[in-house]
């Protein structure tokens, strides 16, 4: 199949190209409208029905009206002067807030943009008054807009919204603040703007330099950036259509991190096949370079193919989990990786077909081969001193990973807060009222008895939730329309993202309710704090579900690819060990040393999967290679010796392109830990794991390694590239980056 699909591409390069460039210029362009209508940024969605916070949100929903796709945006409106607000001040507010209220909010167009792409979300939103402050410093006012806070046509109709609010309110001698998850993010992402695209534009010139400085070459610099994109357009619209057709919501994050995975991950295959084809044609010059291409690609492309599955198998894995938003994000990454192997075993090999030898346009280094270089020092090194390279590498794990100890999970924004104005805002109410007022801690009661509800049968409730330590203020009881059910807001004293808001609602809050609903009632309780807690809860379970099923599938497929039993063995303790040393220095930088409340939650599990399964993908390309040469005639050592000569520069600058891949999620509000873990992750995977401690193992036990079906050498070996010059008994010239 793999043979069959890398041929194919190679024989017919320009039909292959062709059909891959209208995918990927086509689907690039529909994706983020495709992405946004299966993008949910309600965190309590992603829960099972079972807990106690999701029940709340579908009583909000059903019995309350509460819009599931609305989002809230608290306006603070105070005097400019300072003063407190007066009787007259607060009829001009309400005056000003009507007729905002009955103005359409017109969402701003590019004139370059087609309509079909970016779809309509002017409204006109609803504004009502919230609470005024105790000191009369400040009104507040609750304004409700509609659509998902990540679609960029909602995030463009808030600050038309802000904008206009603004001057409007400032005309009548009054200031604003704005706060809210969407005031939140649109501030982070203005904040972030410029650094988010410098990233960007500083790993693309990461991935051309790197390129031109090991292949000396400018198609070899350029094309698997742009085969990447193209193969990155297909995959998204893929990932999106796919989640349509399950109905299947994603996470506002979870397209931003396959975009980074798929940069990654698509270079790293490129690289490997574009090594590979110059050790090829140096080898053997007067071969073809459509027949080189095939060769080359089907051999690479079974390492490749067994790569990908690795991550796509670890990735489904997240199918078993409870909480919706890792069960979306596993079939999303698979999805997007299976469509980069496609791109990888077609679109790359007609490439190298099409360019041939002009790949390496201008250099003419791929002519000959070049002395010994670092690589193959380095291998020398290792294959000489294995037990000595092994015990340092160990040890630099070790005390990485050491940094376990105390870690703590965080369940809030995942990074250090922001001086926005949005936040400035959110000080400046909490300093007057309570932190939770803009968004608090909800009770939901249902009556199960057939009967109605009076605030009078709830008001027993109501005084002993009051009299919880941490609720600042209890606000009246609201019933709905048929009188059957009714809701009691609580504004907690903490953040309702912090660890305290969370602790409250479901230790406090739970009891009081549980000890004091009345007779022929059910209650609930939900808002952020109660969800957060409840997702605390499904995160523990899943993590202990994942990971041990995670680890079993990965290592079957290692003893299906390697046909050995004690390899597979070797590659799990490796990247488990990789997996332990990162999470322990994130520990360290962010829960020890920054003062963090402790690690993000999300951040244990998807860095499980990405180390362990990325950095199998490096184990599989060194131990694919060390088995192929250890089938030619020599020791062992020498094997292992020249395996890490060829593959290593390869493995590094694949590391090196995947880590500044992950580190532009720094750039990305929130992100901060995952991006560092990733693109530490990667860096010891590649530089520590497979090009140290596998080979070293390697050196150290052999054939061996390979039992019970270890591999004989042979005179030649069919699908192995021969050496020009014999080699010596250790270790030849390293190409190194020539």
């Known amino acids: 199949m793999i043979r069959a699909l890398t041929g194919y591409s190679t024989r017919n390069p320009w039909r292959v190209i062709a059909l891959w460039a209208v995918l990927g210029l086509a689907l690039t362009a529909l994706a983020p409208t495709l992405l946004a209508r299966v993008t949910q940024h309600q965190t309590g969605d992603f829960l099972p029905p079972g807990y106690d916070s999701a029940a709340a949100l579908r009583i909000a929903e059903e019995r309350f009206g509460v819009d599931p796709d609305a989002t809230t945006v608290t306006v603070l409106v105070a005097r400019a002067d300072g003063r407190p607000l007066g009787a007259a001040d607060q009829q001009r507010v309400e005056a000003e807030a009507a007729k905002l209220g009955e103005r359409r909010v017109v969402m701003p167009r590019e004139d370059d943009t087609p309509a079909f792409l970016l779809p309509d979300s002017s409204q006109t939103p609803r504004i009502a008054p919230a609470m005024t402050a105790p000191d009369r410093s400040f009104e507040l006012l609750s304004v409700q807009l509609t659509g998902n806070p990540a679609d960029q046509g909602v995030q463009d109709v808030y600050r038309t919204f802000r904008d206009a609010a603004r001057t409007q309110f400032a005309e009548a001698g009054l200031r604003t603040g704005f706060t809210g998850g969407l005031a939140d993010l649109v501030d982070s992402t203005d904040a972030h703007e410029t650094a988010a695209k410098v990233g960007g534009i500083l790993v693309t010139v990461l991935i051309v330099l790197l390129n031109v400085l090991v292949f000396r070459s400018v198609l070899a610099a350029v094309l698997p950036l742009l085969a990447v994109a193209l193969i990155g357009g297909v995959a998204a619209g893929a990932v999106a259509g796919v989640a349509l057709l399950t109905g299947r919501m994603l996470d506002p994050s979870t397209p931003g991190l396959i975009n980074v995975v798929l940069l990654g991950i698509g270079i790293d295959y490129l690289l490997f096949l574009l090594f590979r084809f110059r050790e090829q044609l140096r080898a053997r010059p007067g071969q073809p370079a459509r027949e080189a291409a095939a060769q080359v690609s089907g051999r690479v492309g079974t390492a490749i193919t067994s790569a990908a599955l690795t991550i796509v198998a670890a990735f489904a894995t997240l199918g078993l989990a409870t909480f919706g938003q890792f069960r979306s994000l596993g079939p999303a990454i698979a999805v997007a990786v299976l469509v980069m192997l496609l791109g990888s075993l077609t679109l790359m090999p007609a490439l190298l077909a099409a360019a041939g030898r002009k790949m390496f346009w201008p250099s003419k280094t791929w002519r000959h081969e070049p002395p010994a270089g670092r690589a193959a020092r380095f291998g020398d090194l290792v294959t000489r001193r294995p037990l000595a390279v092994l015990a340092l590498s160990v040890a630099l794990l070790a005390a990485l990973a050491a940094g376990l100890v105390g870690i703590r999970m965080d369940y809030g924004r995942g990074g250090p807060e922001e001086r926005t104005p949005a936040v400035a805002t959110a000080a400046e109410i909490s300093r007057a009222l309570p932190a939770g007022v803009s968004d608090p801690t909800s009770v939901y009661l249902t009556a199960t008895d057939g009967g109605t509800l009076d605030t009078a049968r709830l008001d027993g409730l109501a005084r002993a939730l009051a009299g919880v330590d941490g609720i600042g203020q209890v606000a009246p009881t609201v019933l709905n329309q048929d009188h059957r059910a009714a809701r009691i807001d609580l504004y907690p004293t903490a953040d309702p993202q912090s660890r305290q808001a969370r602790d409250l609602a479901s230790g406090p809050v739970r009891d009081t309710v549980a000890r004091h609903t009345p007779a022929g009632t059910v209650a609930h309780v939900g808002g952020t704090a109660a969800i957060l807690a409840d997702v605390s809860t499904a995160v523990d379970h899943d993590l202990t579900i994942v990971f041990p099923v995670a680890a079993a599938l990965i290592g079957l497929i290692l003893l299906l690819l390697l046909r050995s039993l004690l390899a597979p063995v070797v590659l799990m303790l490796s990247v488990g060990l990789g997996f332990a040393a990162t999470l322990g220095a994130a520990t360290l930088v962010f829960q020890h040393g920054l003062g963090r409340p402790g690690v993000s939650f999300t951040l244990p599990l998807v860095l499980f999967l990405f180390v362990v399964a990325l950095g199998t ?59 560092f873990a990733m693109a530490l992750g990667i860096m010891l995977s590649a530089l520590v794991l497979s090009l140290v401690v596998v080979p070293a193992l390697a050196a150290l036990l052999g054939r061996a390694l390979w039992w019970p079906l270890r591999p004989r050498p042979q005179l030649r070996h069919p699908e192995t590239v021969p050496a020009r010059h014999p080699e010596p008994a250790v270790v030849g010239g390293g190409p190194g980056p020539s």
């Open 617 to 675: 993908d490096y184990n599989i390309l060194i131990t694919d290679r060390i088995r192929e040469e250890m089938r030619r005639p020599g020791s062992a050592r020498a094997a292992v010796a020249r395996a890490v000569r060829h593959t290593a520069p390869a493995v590094a600058t694949a590391g090196l392109v995947l880590a500044g891949s992950f580190a532009t999620l720094a750039t990305t509000p929130g992100s901060e830990q995952v991006a």
